[in-house]
């Protein structure tokens, strides 16, 4: 037996892959039918070698295209020199990929972690540390302010605040100190923070989860403007919006297409707390990350909070590499552009197909709200339909698909992809 290699040898069929997938893994997700073997920048193969567009991203990680040769390289040449200290000691990589990252995104400190969920969890305690060391908000008396149909992921405290059933349902007592309020709706915002013990506001500049849930253009600009008068934090989770997917660096930049170190328009709001996770890797390994500035940075001191993984060295390079790409390749721009392109050919379609109610979206996160009800089945049979076809998109929320291919897709590329879409609606008839 060589033991260099892994000799567990792998399912030889979708079929095999699915039936071994649903007896042994737990059944927390509901996946569409079909089973990925490999992939290349827009495209993913299945076991059986037919190939499709990916619409998903793996939830806009995947922005810079699957296995983009230069992350791959950087991950490459990192495992095979060192891949985990522990922050127990400084690593010699660690510093560059501060410095890199805080630079790009123009703050003055980084707290490295590695998936979203954990990023939230540490902003959420930067929030509260924030309060009571500098708010001066009375011990265990800081408040959060989140938004209906929010996602900030899944622990047991991001969950506390979910207004989805599904998420929350069975999984009390919840942990206290967040409020509510109705998304995209500044009136509730003011009254919140009102509040002298509020410390943030938690909110995602686009609600991608919710069905790409996107507010009025000044909505976080007039918010950031209500919580800097309160002197609250304005947390921005842009895990998913993040990254150039909405056509600019970041989804708070507005339209600008920048990669960082950009002439800031005036539509740009610095949030307190910068929340990134998913395309920070390129979808090459779970990295994530809080940005603040100092004032806010510095009440986090040792042994207060961190992660055994947080900023390791692989982490760091590969972050380095996936942001290089995002600048490099301006996918900013291309995602801005053909965002544009996709939200037309949808209005095309629509012309053709009574199914599409609305298309909604920036850059190329976008959804297309399909017209039946959300109990219905339609949106899932005609992601199954588009899978045939040659292309894969997810629904949520029954009725509204996603739409939200990597960002290196080129204009022909798109075309095709449209040209399915339409196939496929066109073919579900009315
Ligand atoms: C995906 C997502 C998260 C959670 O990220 P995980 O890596 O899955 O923990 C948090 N916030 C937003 C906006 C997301 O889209």
């Not at 922005?63 to 950087?74: E, L």
């Not at 969920?117 to 009375?138: C, F, G, Q, S």
């Not at 328009?265 to 100092?294: C, E, H, N, R, T």
Request: charge should be negative; glycine fraction near 8%; hydrophobic fraction near 40%.
């Amino acid at each position: 037996m060589n033991m260099n290699e892994n000799t567990i040898s792998g399912p030889a069929t979708s079929e095999e892959a699915m039936d071994l997938e649903n007896r042994h893994g737990a059944h927390n997700y509901h996946p569409l039918p079909v089973v990925l073997d490999r992939g290349e920048g827009v495209h993913v193969w299945d076991i059986e070698g037919k190939m499709y567009f990916d619409f998903l991203s793996a939830y806009s990680a995947v922005n810079q295209g699957h296995c983009h040769p230069s992350i791959v390289s950087a991950m490459q040449k990192q495992t095979g020199k060192l891949t985990l200290t522990s922050r127990a000691f400084y690593a010699s990589n660690l510093g560059k990929y501060e410095q890199f990252i805080t630079e790009f995104f123009g703050y003055d400190k980084v707290l490295p972690m590695n998936t979203g969920a954990e990023a939230v969890e540490t902003a959420i305690k930067i929030a509260r540390k924030w309060a009571y060391d500098v708010k001066k908000v009375p011990a265990n008396a800081a408040k959060i302010i989140t938004c209906t149909e929010n996602f900030h992921g899944r622990t047991t405290t991001i969950v506390s605040f979910s207004t989805d059933n599904d998420a929350t349902g069975g999984f009390g007592p919840y942990t206290p100190g967040f409020e509510v309020i109705p998304y995209n709706d500044l009136e509730a915002l003011r009254e919140a923070v009102a509040d002298p013990n509020v410390a943030g506001f938690l909110v995602e500049p686009i609600q991608g989860e919710a069905g790409v849930n996107v507010p009025h253009d000044d909505y976080i600009r007039e918010a950031h403007a209500i919580c800097k008068e309160a002197n609250v934090l304005l947390m921005a989770d842009e895990v998913q919006t993040g990254i150039a997917r909405t056509g600019s660096l970041l989804a708070t930049c507005g339209n600008c297409s920048c990669s960082g170190s950009c002439e800031r328009q005036p539509s740009f709001v610095k949030a307190d707390l910068l929340i990134l996770g998913k395309a920070l890797s390129g979808g090459a390994y779970p990295v994530s990350a809080v940005l603040a500035d100092d004032a806010v940075m510095s009440v986090i001191q040792p042994g207060q909070h961190g992660s055994t993984f947080g900023g390791n060295p692989v982490a760091a390079e590969v972050a380095i590499a996936a942001l290089s790409v995002v600048r490099d390749e301006d996918l900013a721009l291309n995602a801005r552009t053909l965002g544009q392109k996709f939200r037309t050919g949808i209005e095309e379609i629509a012309k053709e197909s009574n199914l599409i109610k609305l298309v909604r979206g920036r850059g190329l996160l976008n959804a297309v709200i399909i017209n039946d009800s959300p109990e219905s089945t339609t949106a899932w049979d005609l992601c199954v339909s588009m899978k045939d076809n040659g292309l894969l998109a997810k629904p949520t929320h029954g009725n509204i698909i996603r739409f939200a291919p990597p960002l290196v897709i080129t204009e022909t590329q798109l075309e095709e992809c449209l040209a399915i879409i339409r196939k496929t609606f066109v073919e579900h008839g009315k």
